[in-house]
């Protein structure tokens, strides 16, 4: 069984900065690309950046492009979201998630094709 243990979310001003780490056990986490993504109150999950499974490939939503890196450390099985330049926008629960599709390398947006999720992390930008 997968497991995805999100943290380092929590309350920082605008134009301050987070780093979120995921946590991944179960399956072998090398294989397999990462995404982060975000809800905000009343609205749906969007997707904010991925990674593919060997950390070679990167991308992500226009909104935080520039702004937010994500990266990947396969010894440690961990993604990482570091958020810089942080807006009121930007205040949601963040969501790390394992993709379906193994050793690929694909730049996936879509919810549906993660299968693993986490339990969230809040992340609450003040102005």
């Known amino acids: 069984q997968v497991q995805l243990v999100e943290s380092g979310g929590g309350l920082v001003q605008a134009g301050g900065s987070l780093r979120l780490s995921c946590a991944a056990s179960?399956?072998?986490?090398?294989?397999?690309?990462m995404a982060w993504f975000r809800q905000a109150p009343g609205k749906d999950r969007e997707f904010v950046a991925g990674?593919?499974?060997?950390?070679?490939?990167?991308y992500y939503a226009d909104s935080v492009k520039g702004r937010f890196t994500i990266s990947r450390d396969n010894a440690k099985n961990t993604v990482y979201l570091q958020m810089n330049s942080l807006e009121p926008e930007d205040t949601a629960v963040y969501y790390c998630?394992?993709?379906?599709?193994?050793?690929?390398?694909?730049?996936?947006?879509?919810?549906?094709?993660?299968?693993?999720w986490g339990q969230g992390t809040q992340v609450t930008v003040s102005s």
């Open positions: 998630a394992q993709a379906a599709y193994r050793q690929d390398n694909m730049r996936r947006v879509g919810a549906s094709m993660y299968d693993y």
């Open positions: 179960g399956r072998t986490f090398s294989r397999y690309g």
């Open positions: 990674i593919n499974w060997t950390g070679a490939i990167t």
